[in-house]
């Protein structure tokens, strides 16, 4: 009773509430809410202090930067949602910070769409040489449980793709990236698919910030050969799985196109099927059966790997398999 009243007196104040609801629309930082609410910053982080401290508000750091969103986990996290719902939709105040939270995002979209284009060559470039990104996410999700997951972890996560590819078989998916700038550009794009389940966080793919055992999916997808130690980052990936918990790991087979590495920053061209699956056992994964998706001239393998542990894991095809041509 004594928690439920202290949560219910954080938010009872004009400021606070107004937080909670710009807070429910995605994850925003001091100086965002500053410019919306026209209020000190001070003033607006000692308010957000209380709401965190209630368990209403999530912060989580990116570098020198520190964003909020509304809870999700533990007592207080229904009871944010229950709060905002019930703000009239159309009260003056919060009719006016949702415009100026418009304006703030759209500026966020212009400035991502930018660092987009000038970057897209590169990407570009790269997926010409190889099978369409169609058919790799059409082999993802069909190694990926149907029955869906309750956490899932993307590493490495870039634009979020991969975040928007397998939202509908999650109930809630963090994608981790080091580079601010494209998690600026995954963050845009999970709040235009209206992905509020999905979110992104800056992190070391070395030294995850979760407890062991944390999640019931993995993906890495196109990392590992931008990566010092492959090893290293399927060992981390293997850490923060549950027993029994799925890890997708897609790259490219072993191939000879060095101006990948010396234009494109690849420190490994490809890697072979025994090479990724000795790294499994090592990091206490048991690797399935390879699906190979042949390009042209790049080919790209899918390497799915269990948790080992007591108990039931995920069950994979009885033989190695090679597909083009999957649908999307």
Request: net charge negative; charged share 25%; glycine share 8%.
């Amino acid at each position: 009773m004594d928690d439920l009243l202290a949560t219910l007196k954080a938010a009872a104040e004009t400021t606070r509430l107004r937080l909670l609801a710009l807070c429910a629309h995605g994850e925003l930082t001091v100086t965002e809410l500053t410019q919306i609410l026209g209020q000190s910053q001070p003033r607006v982080s000692r308010h957000l202090k209380l709401l965190c401290d209630a368990g209403l508000l999530d912060r989580f750091r990116e570098g020198t930067f520190a964003f909020y969103r509304l809870a999700e986990k533990g007592q207080s996290a229904e009871l944010a949602r229950v709060l905002v719902d019930a703000i009239p939709a159309d009260d003056a105040t919060l009719i006016l910070d949702l415009e100026r939270l418009d304006a703030i995002k759209r500026a966020r979209s212009e400035s991502a769409a930018t660092y987009f284009r000038e970057n897209a060559a590169r990407w570009h470039e790269i997926r010409s040489l190889h099978v369409a990104e169609g058919e790799v996410e059409a082999a993802l999700l069909r190694l990926f449980p149907e029955e869906g997951v309750e956490e899932l972890l993307d590493i490495g996560t870039g634009t979020g793709r991969m975040l928007e590819v397998l939202a509908g078989r999650v109930h809630r998916a963090i994608g981790v990236d080091q580079s601010r700038e494209m998690l600026a550009v995954a963050r845009n794009r999970l709040e235009e698919a209206g992905l509020r389940h999905c979110h992104v966080r800056q992190a070391d793919m070395y030294q995850l910030p979760f407890p062991s055992g944390s999640f019931d999916a993995a993906v890495i997808h196109q990392v590992l050969h931008y990566t010092e130690s492959p090893a290293g980052v399927l060992a981390e990936a293997a850490r923060v799985l549950r027993p029994g918990g799925l890890l997708l790991i897609v790259d490219f087979a072993p191939h000879h196109l060095e101006a990948l590495r010396e234009e494109h920053a690849h420190r490994r061209l490809g890697f072979s099927d025994a090479e990724v699956a000795g790294w499994c056992r090592q990091s206490g994964l048991d690797c399935g059966p390879v699906v190979q998706l042949p390009g042209d001239p790049l080919t790209v393998s899918v390497w799915p790997a269990t948790r080992l542990a007591a108990g039931a894991a995920i069950s994979f095809p009885k033989t190695a398999h090679s597909l083009s041509g999957v649908p999307s």
